[in-house]
């Protein structure tokens, strides 16, 4: 059962009992991520991430990672392009100490300067392992280009510049104007009655301030872009991508159904047809990236640069497929089976559930229950992933980024697409 109670201040508390398990999954919620930055701003969101796990006025950085250590339970954090989250999971009758242990970390971080800057270094190795590892890289480098001029350009972890840039008058600052109110979702699974979590959230949490200034998101208009960075590498490392319905369109379970069966599984068709048949790679992948407004699919593939250009040839070799021709009956029944059976696996994850609470309060308001997702994604028809492939496989739509030794007449064959 779902129960969801708005606190005075407009903090949202949704919780789902699970009487099945002995675990309980906690996560505090907030609407601000990367989007929400600007550019002198730019991985504060991340950066905040990090500073709430340095130490309170109650316990230090030993103290709160040992507090969960100590009842067998795991605490973590991410940052996203539009929300952050903490999260902890706990054995059931640990409840009380995680959720008093989230809103000291909430409310009384103590953010040092001295912390701040030694943090500082921190993050900046962290972007410098990234531009190590092309494969990751490269996907940060596509967003740049593909939302460019808008704040979902911007990476999650900022720069080496912004991050240097950030204080504490101007962490605090931030950090006051966004985690607050309506802001914030309490997402909490498992083993745990509402009416006893409710007491405890208000406890503890009723004291933070209500949201004063409401931000809107401006929706981007993606780039069409062909982009390459020559770095000595022994592959290639590429991404083509294009628009694609975001987390709120009707449309996304036919998204999630193309995806499938275009990239998203070792039996999808570019796996099949570039790797197992023709060996060209060793990785290749579709992936949604759905925002609230907007979205994206992607095609990763890393390769060597006397394939790269059949590699590309056949990528949109698939896509055209898709565009031109309707699915046979049994490869989107396979589809269906499959997106279907991860969504219920994933539902047998507290972790997993207490993220669904929060994704479907901040996108839709409500909850959206597992049977609404199975009817929906069975009532996809072939018209649906066609007319879906029409709109969104038009070769002036697509971009493409390279990373590595790419030739001149890479760069050419790339254009020759778009």
Known sequence: ????????????????????????????????????????????????????????????????????????????????????????KVPDYSLD???????????????????????????????RLLEDSPDEYIHDLFESHFWDGHPLARPIMGTQDSVASLNRRRVLRFFDRNYRGKNLVISVAGQVKHDRLIGLVSRHFESIPALEEDARDMPPNPSVATSTVNKDLEQIHLIIGCPAPSSTDPRRYASFLMNALLGGSMSSRLFQEIREKRGLVYDIQSYLNAYLDTG?????????????REVIRLVCREMERLRNDFLPDRELHDAKEMVKGNFLLSMESTDNRMTRLAKNEFCFGRQILWDEVVDRIEAVSPQDIHGLAGEMFVPDRLSMVAVGRVSPGVVEEMRSKT
């Open 97 to 127: 100490l995680a959720i008093e242990l989230l809103a000291d970390i909430f409310k009384n971080s103590r953010f040092r300067s001295e912390d701040i800057e030694k943090e500082k270094s921190v993050v900046q190795q962290e972007i």
């Open 296 to 308: 994206m699919l992607g095609i990763y593939a890393g390769t060597g640069g006397e394939q790269v």
């Open 1 to 88: 059962m779902v129960n969801k109670t708005i606190l005075a201040n407009g903090i949202r508390v949704v919780s789902e009992e699970i009487n099945h398990v002995r675990s309980v999954s906690i996560g505090i919620w907030i609407r601000c991520g990367s989007r929400h930055e600007n550019g002198a701003s730019n991985g504060i969101a991340h950066f905040i991430e990090h500073m709430l796990f340095k130490g309170t006025r109650k316990r230090s950085p030993l103290q709160i990672a040992s507090a969960i250590d100590v009842v067998g339970g795991v605490m973590n954090a991410s940052t996203g392009k539009e929300s952050t989250a903490f999260y902890i």
